[in-house]
């Protein structure tokens, strides 16, 4: 399968958007191998044998993502960011499922958002941990929580998140230290 284009992908979701069914016939293959790449990011430390596998992950985003049926797709960066929040909603509701404490041995424990993989390797707390401490910046700051959660959760680059934000890269990258910086104290304060 050739790789498509950003603008290709922008146009089969903007046609998807105005009801042509063919293009989502001719997108889900391109943006199903996407999907699974982000689930597989998140998925591939997790222990053998754990009950959410990539698939059911991908899966899950995709049915939710094609039953939305009045969203005006705005650009393939606009469609991975919302993939990425109905991941992050699906994981964290799937750590919260399995009742993970909020602390374990009374700390909070450390999350490197440059290492996404850290959340999916057997320690459930820190994606809850994260999600709460995201909901709290979202309060103080919203933009530098899209941020995190743009380039944690949606794998998204730098130029990708200016691109939904409709803001600089320069603004991203100052968005996206600074946003680090305070979640990684609040996730590290007793």
């Keep these: 399968m050739s790789i498509a284009s950003p603008k290709e992908i922008t146009g089969l979701l903007v046609a998807w958007s105005d009801g042509d069914q063919s293009a989502l016939e001719e997108l889900t293959p391109l943006v199903y191998e996407e999907l699974h790449r982000l689930a597989h990011h998140y ?105 995190v959660e743009l380039r944690f959760f949606g794998g998204l680059s730098l130029v990708e998140v200016a691109e939904v934000l409709k803001v600089s890269r320069a603004t991203v990258r100052r968005d996206w230290s600074l946003a680090r910086a305070w979640l990684h104290r609040e996730l590290t304060k007793s």
């Design 43 to 147: 998925m591939s430390h997790e222990r053998a044998g754990h009950t959410l596998q990539t698939s059911a992950l991908v899966n899950e985003a995709y049915l939710r993502l094609i039953d939305w049926k009045n969203v005006r797709w705005q650009s393939r960066a606009h469609f991975f960011s919302v993939s990425a929040q109905l991941m992050r909603r699906i994981l964290v509701d799937f750590a919260r499922t399995r009742r993970y404490p909020d602390r374990v041995g009374g700390e909070r424990p450390l999350i490197a958002l440059d290492n996404a993989a850290e959340l999916t390797s057997g320690r459930g707390p820190n994606l809850v941990a994260l999600d709460e401490a995201l909901m709290s910046l979202s309060e103080l700051d919203p933009r530098k929580s899209k941020v």
